[in-house]
Protein backbone atom coordinates (compact mmCIF):
# COMPACT_ATOMS: atom_id res chain seq x y z
CA UNK A 1 0.00 0.00 0.00
CA UNK A 2 1.55 3.55 -0.65
CA UNK A 3 2.33 5.41 1.90
CA UNK A 4 0.07 8.43 3.19
CA UNK A 5 -2.75 6.35 1.84
CA UNK A 6 -3.53 3.97 5.29
CA UNK A 7 -6.73 3.13 6.68
CA UNK A 8 -8.26 4.81 9.29
CA UNK A 9 -8.66 3.48 12.39
CA UNK A 10 -11.54 3.47 14.66
CA UNK A 11 -11.17 5.51 17.67
CA UNK A 12 -8.12 7.14 16.28
CA UNK A 13 -6.90 10.22 14.18
CA UNK A 14 -5.22 10.69 11.84
CA UNK A 15 -2.38 13.25 14.07
CA UNK A 16 -2.68 10.50 17.25
CA UNK A 17 0.10 8.52 17.98
CA UNK A 18 -0.47 4.52 18.81
CA UNK A 19 -1.29 3.34 22.54
CA UNK A 20 -2.73 6.65 23.30
CA UNK A 21 -6.04 4.87 23.95
CA UNK A 22 -7.15 4.65 27.78
CA UNK A 23 -9.68 2.00 30.03
CA UNK A 24 -12.16 4.21 31.78
CA UNK A 25 -11.73 1.87 34.36
CA UNK A 26 -8.23 2.36 34.10
CA UNK A 27 -8.66 6.15 34.41
CA UNK A 28 -11.55 6.33 37.05
CA UNK A 29 -9.35 4.06 39.00
CA UNK A 30 -6.62 6.35 39.20
CA UNK A 31 -8.39 9.17 39.91
CA UNK A 32 -9.56 7.46 42.80
CA UNK A 33 -6.49 8.32 44.71
CA UNK A 34 -7.11 12.04 44.66
CA UNK A 35 -3.78 12.85 43.37
CA UNK A 36 -5.07 13.61 39.11
CA UNK A 37 -3.45 10.60 38.07
CA UNK A 38 -6.43 9.70 35.74
CA UNK A 39 -6.30 12.94 34.24
CA UNK A 40 -2.21 12.71 33.85
CA UNK A 41 -2.96 9.21 31.92
CA UNK A 42 -5.02 11.12 29.72
CA UNK A 43 -2.32 13.94 29.63
CA UNK A 44 -4.79 16.71 30.76
CA UNK A 45 -2.16 18.51 33.16
CA UNK A 46 -4.19 21.20 33.90
CA UNK A 47 -7.25 19.22 35.46
CA UNK A 48 -5.13 17.20 37.60
CA UNK A 49 -3.63 20.19 38.73
CA UNK A 50 -6.70 21.81 40.01
CA UNK A 51 -8.12 18.42 41.03
CA UNK A 52 -4.95 18.17 43.34
CA UNK A 53 -5.34 21.53 44.58
CA UNK A 54 -8.98 21.31 45.32
CA UNK A 55 -8.09 17.80 46.92
CA UNK A 56 -5.62 20.24 49.36
CA UNK A 57 -7.84 22.80 50.33
CA UNK A 58 -10.79 20.08 51.09
CA UNK A 59 -8.63 17.93 53.66
CA UNK A 60 -7.03 20.67 55.19
CA UNK A 61 -10.65 22.23 55.96
CA UNK A 62 -11.78 18.65 56.86
CA UNK A 63 -8.85 17.85 59.10
CA UNK A 64 -7.96 21.43 60.55
CA UNK A 65 -11.24 23.54 60.18
CA UNK A 66 -15.00 21.85 60.13
CA UNK A 67 -13.98 18.22 61.32
CA UNK A 68 -18.21 17.28 61.19
CA UNK A 69 -20.03 14.52 59.42
CA UNK A 70 -21.38 16.74 56.65
CA UNK A 71 -18.19 18.21 55.44
CA UNK A 72 -16.83 14.56 55.13
CA UNK A 73 -19.51 13.73 52.76
CA UNK A 74 -18.40 16.57 50.86
CA UNK A 75 -15.36 15.08 50.35
CA UNK A 76 -16.71 12.30 49.58
CA UNK A 77 -18.78 13.62 47.04
CA UNK A 78 -15.67 15.46 45.34
CA UNK A 79 -13.90 11.83 45.18
CA UNK A 80 -16.50 10.70 43.46
CA UNK A 81 -17.22 13.43 41.09
CA UNK A 82 -13.71 12.89 40.35
CA UNK A 83 -13.79 8.98 39.81
CA UNK A 84 -17.08 9.33 37.09
CA UNK A 85 -15.56 12.72 35.42
CA UNK A 86 -12.19 10.68 35.11
CA UNK A 87 -14.86 7.68 33.53
CA UNK A 88 -16.29 9.91 31.38
CA UNK A 89 -13.48 11.70 29.51
CA UNK A 90 -11.65 8.06 28.56
CA UNK A 91 -15.03 7.37 26.85
CA UNK A 92 -16.97 5.69 29.54
CA UNK A 93 -20.79 4.39 29.16
CA UNK A 94 -22.74 2.22 30.64
CA UNK A 95 -23.64 0.70 27.29
CA UNK A 96 -21.12 1.02 24.85
CA UNK A 97 -22.65 2.36 21.50
CA UNK A 98 -21.89 0.54 18.10
CA UNK A 99 -20.55 3.91 16.83
CA UNK A 100 -17.94 4.82 19.55
CA UNK A 101 -14.59 4.34 19.01
CA UNK A 102 -13.43 0.85 20.28
CA UNK A 103 -11.18 1.04 23.36
CA UNK A 104 -7.49 -0.68 24.14
CA UNK A 105 -6.79 -4.44 23.19
CA UNK A 106 -7.31 -6.89 26.23
CA UNK A 107 -3.53 -7.08 27.23
CA UNK A 108 -3.12 -3.35 27.41
CA UNK A 109 -6.08 -2.61 29.43
CA UNK A 110 -5.35 -5.44 32.00
CA UNK A 111 -1.77 -3.77 32.14
CA UNK A 112 -3.68 -0.41 32.10
CA UNK A 113 -5.66 -0.82 35.44
CA UNK A 114 -2.80 -2.73 37.14
CA UNK A 115 -0.93 0.87 37.14
CA UNK A 116 -3.96 2.37 38.31
CA UNK A 117 -4.70 -0.12 41.31
CA UNK A 118 -1.23 0.62 42.00
CA UNK A 119 -1.30 4.31 42.07
CA UNK A 120 -4.90 4.58 44.00
CA UNK A 121 -4.58 1.13 45.74
CA UNK A 122 -2.17 2.53 48.47
CA UNK A 123 -3.90 5.78 48.74
CA UNK A 124 -7.47 3.90 49.46
CA UNK A 125 -5.09 1.16 51.41
CA UNK A 126 -3.87 3.76 53.95
CA UNK A 127 -6.98 5.51 54.48
CA UNK A 128 -8.91 2.50 55.41
CA UNK A 129 -6.45 1.39 57.49
CA UNK A 130 -6.35 5.07 59.44
CA UNK A 131 -9.85 5.17 59.90
CA UNK A 132 -9.86 1.21 61.95
CA UNK A 133 -6.86 2.16 63.45
CA UNK A 134 -8.24 5.81 64.48
CA UNK A 135 -11.97 3.66 65.56
CA UNK A 136 -9.75 1.20 67.54
CA UNK A 137 -7.50 3.96 69.75
CA UNK A 138 -11.08 5.78 70.38
CA UNK A 139 -13.05 2.59 71.46
CA UNK A 140 -9.85 1.69 73.46
CA UNK A 141 -9.50 5.32 75.34
CA UNK A 142 -13.00 5.02 75.61
CA UNK A 143 -13.41 1.70 77.66
CA UNK A 144 -10.44 2.95 80.06
CA UNK A 145 -12.37 6.65 80.67
CA UNK A 146 -14.66 4.58 83.28
CA UNK A 147 -11.72 5.75 86.29
CA UNK A 148 -8.87 5.40 84.39
CA UNK A 149 -8.77 8.91 82.53
CA UNK A 150 -4.86 8.94 82.72
CA UNK A 151 -4.41 5.97 80.67
CA UNK A 152 -7.52 7.26 78.29
CA UNK A 153 -5.00 10.30 77.75
CA UNK A 154 -1.91 8.36 76.96
CA UNK A 155 -3.86 5.97 74.35
CA UNK A 156 -5.24 9.13 72.87
CA UNK A 157 -1.92 10.40 72.33
CA UNK A 158 -1.71 7.75 69.40
CA UNK A 159 -4.01 9.67 67.45
CA UNK A 160 -1.90 11.84 64.96
CA UNK A 161 -2.27 14.05 61.46
CA UNK A 162 -2.99 10.73 58.99
CA UNK A 163 -5.56 9.90 61.60
CA UNK A 164 -7.22 13.39 61.56
CA UNK A 165 -7.21 12.95 57.80
CA UNK A 166 -8.52 9.55 57.81
CA UNK A 167 -11.18 10.27 60.04
CA UNK A 168 -11.31 13.68 61.36
CA UNK A 169 -15.35 13.59 62.83
CA UNK A 170 -14.34 11.32 65.08
CA UNK A 171 -10.90 12.56 65.98
CA UNK A 172 -12.81 15.54 66.68
CA UNK A 173 -15.28 13.47 69.27
CA UNK A 174 -11.73 11.71 70.99
CA UNK A 175 -10.15 15.39 71.45
CA UNK A 176 -13.36 16.82 73.35
CA UNK A 177 -13.31 13.61 75.43
CA UNK A 178 -9.68 14.11 75.96
CA UNK A 179 -10.39 17.40 77.28
CA UNK A 180 -12.92 16.33 79.61
CA UNK A 181 -10.45 13.87 80.59
CA UNK A 182 -7.52 16.71 81.62
CA UNK A 183 -10.55 18.82 83.14
CA UNK A 184 -11.31 15.72 84.98
CA UNK A 185 -7.91 14.94 86.12
CA UNK A 186 -6.91 18.60 87.18
CA UNK A 187 -10.17 18.79 89.57
CA UNK A 188 -9.42 15.29 90.79
CA UNK A 189 -5.91 16.78 91.89
CA UNK A 190 -7.21 19.83 93.05
CA UNK A 191 -9.95 18.13 95.02
CA UNK A 192 -7.34 15.39 96.47
CA UNK A 193 -7.20 17.25 100.00
CA UNK A 194 -10.96 16.18 100.77
CA UNK A 195 -10.89 12.66 100.08
CA UNK A 196 -14.70 11.69 100.79
CA UNK A 197 -15.67 14.61 99.04
CA UNK A 198 -13.51 13.37 95.79
CA UNK A 199 -14.69 9.56 96.70
CA UNK A 200 -18.04 10.35 96.07
CA UNK A 201 -17.98 12.80 93.28
CA UNK A 202 -15.74 9.53 91.51
CA UNK A 203 -18.73 7.62 92.11
CA UNK A 204 -21.20 9.83 91.05
CA UNK A 205 -19.37 10.67 87.75
CA UNK A 206 -16.68 7.65 87.07
CA UNK A 207 -13.96 8.88 84.24
CA UNK A 208 -17.62 9.80 82.30
CA UNK A 209 -17.16 12.21 79.62
CA UNK A 210 -20.36 13.90 79.30
CA UNK A 211 -20.40 15.15 82.85
CA UNK A 212 -16.61 15.80 84.09
CA UNK A 213 -17.35 18.49 86.57
CA UNK A 214 -16.66 17.95 90.68
CA UNK A 215 -18.04 21.04 90.97
CA UNK A 216 -21.46 20.17 90.08
CA UNK A 217 -21.29 16.89 92.90
CA UNK A 218 -20.27 19.54 95.28
CA UNK A 219 -23.27 22.05 94.61
CA UNK A 220 -25.22 18.75 94.69
CA UNK A 221 -24.26 17.82 98.34
CA UNK A 222 -24.73 21.82 99.02
CA UNK A 223 -27.67 21.64 97.93
CA UNK A 224 -29.23 18.61 100.12
CA UNK A 225 -27.28 19.04 103.38
CA UNK A 226 -26.73 22.87 103.45
CA UNK A 227 -26.24 22.62 107.05
CA UNK A 228 -24.42 19.56 107.12
CA UNK A 229 -21.12 19.37 109.05
CA UNK A 230 -19.59 18.79 104.83
CA UNK A 231 -21.16 21.55 103.93
CA UNK A 232 -17.69 23.68 104.82
CA UNK A 233 -16.00 21.21 102.90
CA UNK A 234 -17.82 21.02 100.06
CA UNK A 235 -18.08 24.43 99.38
CA UNK A 236 -14.15 24.88 99.94
CA UNK A 237 -14.08 21.78 97.21
CA UNK A 238 -16.75 23.50 94.79
CA UNK A 239 -14.13 26.54 94.92
CA UNK A 240 -10.91 24.29 94.19
CA UNK A 241 -12.61 22.35 91.09
CA UNK A 242 -14.07 25.77 89.82
CA UNK A 243 -10.47 27.50 89.74
CA UNK A 244 -8.77 24.12 88.37
CA UNK A 245 -11.34 24.33 85.49
CA UNK A 246 -10.85 27.99 84.88
CA UNK A 247 -7.10 27.15 84.83
CA UNK A 248 -7.72 24.21 82.67
CA UNK A 249 -9.31 26.33 79.97
CA UNK A 250 -7.23 29.22 80.39
CA UNK A 251 -3.98 27.04 79.80
CA UNK A 252 -5.50 25.64 76.47
CA UNK A 253 -6.18 29.09 75.35
CA UNK A 254 -2.54 30.24 75.93
CA UNK A 255 -1.41 27.47 73.71
CA UNK A 256 0.83 28.76 70.58
CA UNK A 257 -0.70 27.17 67.28
CA UNK A 258 1.67 25.48 65.81
CA UNK A 259 0.96 27.49 62.54
CA UNK A 260 2.62 30.40 64.67
CA UNK A 261 0.75 33.62 65.50
CA UNK A 262 -0.70 34.47 68.93
CA UNK A 263 -2.34 32.10 71.08
CA UNK A 264 -6.32 31.91 71.31
CA UNK A 265 -6.38 33.43 74.29
CA UNK A 266 -5.40 37.09 72.60
CA UNK A 267 -9.06 37.41 70.70
CA UNK A 268 -10.77 35.23 73.73
CA UNK A 269 -9.90 36.06 76.94
CA UNK A 270 -10.79 33.76 80.09
CA UNK A 271 -10.60 34.54 83.40
CA UNK A 272 -8.55 32.37 86.10
CA UNK A 273 -10.06 33.79 89.42
CA UNK A 274 -7.49 32.16 91.13
CA UNK A 275 -4.73 35.19 89.44
CA UNK A 276 -3.36 37.90 91.48
CA UNK A 277 -5.16 40.85 90.52
CA UNK A 278 -3.51 43.46 88.85
CA UNK A 279 -3.36 46.34 91.42
CA UNK A 280 0.23 47.69 93.30
CA UNK A 281 3.11 48.50 92.30
CA UNK A 282 4.29 45.24 91.16
CA UNK A 283 5.98 43.94 89.03
CA UNK A 284 3.00 42.10 87.55
CA UNK A 285 4.38 39.14 86.18
CA UNK A 286 2.96 38.56 82.42
CA UNK A 287 3.17 35.80 79.90
CA UNK A 288 4.31 38.16 76.79
CA UNK A 289 3.32 37.26 73.37
CA UNK A 290 3.66 38.55 70.25
CA UNK A 291 7.56 40.46 70.03
CA UNK A 292 9.75 36.97 71.23
CA UNK A 293 12.77 39.72 70.32
CA UNK A 294 11.14 42.20 72.56
CA UNK A 295 10.24 39.27 75.45
CA UNK A 296 14.03 37.91 75.58
CA UNK A 297 14.93 41.74 76.51
CA UNK A 298 12.21 41.88 79.92
CA UNK A 299 13.81 40.98 82.88
CA UNK A 300 12.93 37.58 84.32
CA UNK A 301 11.37 38.71 87.13
CA UNK A 302 8.40 40.48 85.03
CA UNK A 303 7.53 37.22 83.22
CA UNK A 304 5.59 34.38 84.43
CA UNK A 305 6.29 30.62 83.41
CA UNK A 306 2.37 29.57 83.20
CA UNK A 307 -0.94 31.00 83.97
CA UNK A 308 -0.81 29.57 87.58
CA UNK A 309 1.63 32.63 88.59
CA UNK A 310 1.06 35.02 85.76
CA UNK A 311 -1.11 38.67 86.18
CA UNK A 312 -1.09 39.64 82.95
CA UNK A 313 -1.85 38.63 79.51
CA UNK A 314 0.18 40.83 77.04
CA UNK A 315 -0.26 40.31 73.22
CA UNK A 316 1.81 42.68 71.11
CA UNK A 317 1.16 43.30 67.28
CA UNK A 318 3.12 44.77 64.51
CA UNK A 319 5.47 46.85 65.15
CA UNK A 320 5.32 50.28 63.15
CA UNK A 321 6.87 54.30 63.01
CA UNK A 322 5.98 55.98 66.06
CA UNK A 323 6.65 59.55 67.54
CA UNK A 324 9.32 61.18 65.46
CA UNK A 325 12.82 61.69 67.89
CA UNK A 326 14.91 64.13 65.72
CA UNK A 327 15.81 64.43 61.55
CA UNK A 328 19.04 64.66 60.56
CA UNK A 329 20.44 65.05 57.15
CA UNK A 330 22.35 62.48 55.27
CA UNK A 331 24.45 62.70 51.44
CA UNK A 332 23.94 60.21 49.29
CA UNK A 333 26.97 57.72 48.58
CA UNK A 334 27.12 58.13 44.14
CA UNK A 335 24.84 61.02 43.42
CA UNK A 336 25.32 63.47 46.37
CA UNK A 337 21.87 63.81 47.07
CA UNK A 338 21.29 65.32 50.51
CA UNK A 339 18.01 63.87 52.12
CA UNK A 340 16.65 64.45 55.80
CA UNK A 341 15.97 61.61 57.37
CA UNK A 342 13.61 61.38 60.18
CA UNK A 343 14.38 58.87 63.48
CA UNK A 344 11.32 57.74 65.01
CA UNK A 345 10.42 55.50 67.93
CA UNK A 346 9.22 51.75 67.55
CA UNK A 347 5.30 51.52 67.82
CA UNK A 348 4.07 48.70 69.33
CA UNK A 349 0.26 47.95 69.58
CA UNK A 350 -0.28 46.09 72.67
CA UNK A 351 -3.87 44.75 74.13
CA UNK A 352 -3.22 43.34 78.09
CA UNK A 353 -5.64 41.65 79.94
CA UNK A 354 -5.81 40.48 83.67
CA UNK A 355 -6.13 37.47 83.81
CA UNK A 356 -7.84 37.07 87.21
CA UNK A 357 -11.07 38.69 85.39
CA UNK A 358 -10.24 38.19 81.68
CA UNK A 359 -10.97 41.88 80.99
CA UNK A 360 -9.05 43.70 79.08
CA UNK A 361 -6.88 46.83 81.42
CA UNK A 362 -4.86 48.59 78.42
CA UNK A 363 -5.26 48.87 74.76
CA UNK A 364 -2.68 51.62 73.38
CA UNK A 365 0.51 51.54 72.08
CA UNK A 366 4.24 51.07 73.39
CA UNK A 367 6.57 53.38 72.19
CA UNK A 368 9.92 52.52 72.20
CA UNK A 369 13.13 55.06 71.93
CA UNK A 370 16.25 54.80 71.25
CA UNK A 371 19.73 56.36 69.85
CA UNK A 372 18.93 58.84 66.43
CA UNK A 373 21.63 60.21 63.95
CA UNK A 374 24.54 58.01 63.60
CA UNK A 375 27.24 59.25 61.40
CA UNK A 376 26.84 56.56 59.20
CA UNK A 377 23.64 54.70 57.99
CA UNK A 378 22.88 51.79 55.32
CA UNK A 379 20.82 51.61 52.17
CA UNK A 380 19.99 49.74 49.25
CA UNK A 381 21.66 51.40 45.87
CA UNK A 382 19.66 49.92 42.75
CA UNK A 383 22.60 48.95 40.37
CA UNK A 384 24.17 52.65 39.39
CA UNK A 385 20.80 54.60 40.65
CA UNK A 386 21.77 55.98 44.30
CA UNK A 387 18.66 56.93 45.94
CA UNK A 388 19.35 58.08 48.80
CA UNK A 389 18.66 56.60 52.84
CA UNK A 390 14.23 56.49 52.72
CA UNK A 391 13.15 59.44 54.45
CA UNK A 392 12.27 57.53 57.79
CA UNK A 393 14.08 54.90 59.71
CA UNK A 394 13.39 53.45 63.51
CA UNK A 395 15.58 54.92 66.30
CA UNK A 396 18.10 51.89 67.48
CA UNK A 397 16.85 50.78 71.25
CA UNK A 398 18.87 49.37 73.52
CA UNK A 399 17.34 46.78 76.18
CA UNK A 400 16.57 49.56 78.63
CA UNK A 401 14.87 51.18 76.45
CA UNK A 402 12.75 48.12 75.79
CA UNK A 403 12.40 47.55 78.94
CA UNK A 404 11.72 51.40 79.67
CA UNK A 405 8.17 50.98 76.47
CA UNK A 406 6.82 48.23 78.58
CA UNK A 407 7.33 49.06 82.48
CA UNK A 408 4.20 51.36 83.20
CA UNK A 409 2.60 47.81 82.49
CA UNK A 410 4.41 45.71 84.44
CA UNK A 411 5.64 48.18 87.08
CA UNK A 412 2.88 50.86 87.36
Known sequence: MPPGDRPHEPGRTGSE?????????????????????????????????????ITIVLVAVLALGVRTVWFEAVVLAWWAAVVVHGWHLAGGRLRRSPSLPAGPGLEATHRQRLVALGIAGPVLLAVG???????????????????????????????????????????????????????????????????????????????HPSALEPRAQYEQLLDQYPKHDLAAKAERGRKKAQLAIELANVRKLLKKPESGGKPAYCTKPARFSGAKPY??????????????????????????????????????GKMTYGSAVTSCDYRAQRSGWITRVTFRKRKVPVRVYELRTGRRVAAHS?????????????????????????????????TSDVRAGYRPLIRP
Open 129 to 207: FLRFDASRIELDAAAHRQGECARALSILDGLWAGHHVADAPLTARAERGAEACELLLAAERQAGRDPLLAARTLQAYGA
Open 17 to 53: APGRSWDPAAVALANASLLGAGYMMLRLRGPAVVAVV
Open 279 to 316: RGKGPHRALFFGKDDHRRKLPSSWLAKDAADAVLVICA
Open 366 to 398: VQIGGTSCPRRIHYTIFGSFDPGPPSKRYVSSS
